[in-house]
């Protein structure tokens, strides 16, 4: 459950910088993008286990297109994009999906 939440964070953060650092506006877009897919998807993950996944494409995406694909007007708006993609990389990866988060049971679960 808490890299759920320290994912939902780094959306948060990644959201937020969307709009603090100067980008260029193909960066912006794929800033955004990737922070609100992230927070999306770091919520579906307690239901299931596909989004961990999916959540690491997302990481992977940002990583190749913040670094690689586009341009900016920066170098500290790339390298947060590319510590923030790594983060969630990692952070997705040891997620383990829904069956990590214990749920209580009454007395007909123990059957």
């Known amino acids: 459950m808490t890299t759920r939440i320290f994912n939902v964070l780094i959306a948060i953060w990644l959201f937020a910088t969307a709009f603090m650092w ?3 506006p193909a960066q912006r877009v794929v800033t955004i993008v990737a922070a609100v897919l992230t927070f999306v998807l770091a919520i579906s993950a307690t239901f299931t286990p596909v989004a ?3 959540n690491a494409c997302v990481a992977i995406l940002l990583f190749v297109l913040s670094t690689m694909a586009l341009p900016s ?4 708006t790339m390298w947060n994009n590319t510590i923030v993609a ?3 990389l990692v952070v997705s990866l040891a997620d383990n999906g829904p069956g990590a988060v214990p749920r209580r049971g009454g007395i007909y679960r123990r059957v």
């Open 86 to 88: 790594i983060a969630i």
């Open 22 to 24: 100067p980008h260029t």
């Open 73 to 76: 007007l920066r170098l500290a």
């Open 52 to 54: 961990c996944s999916l």
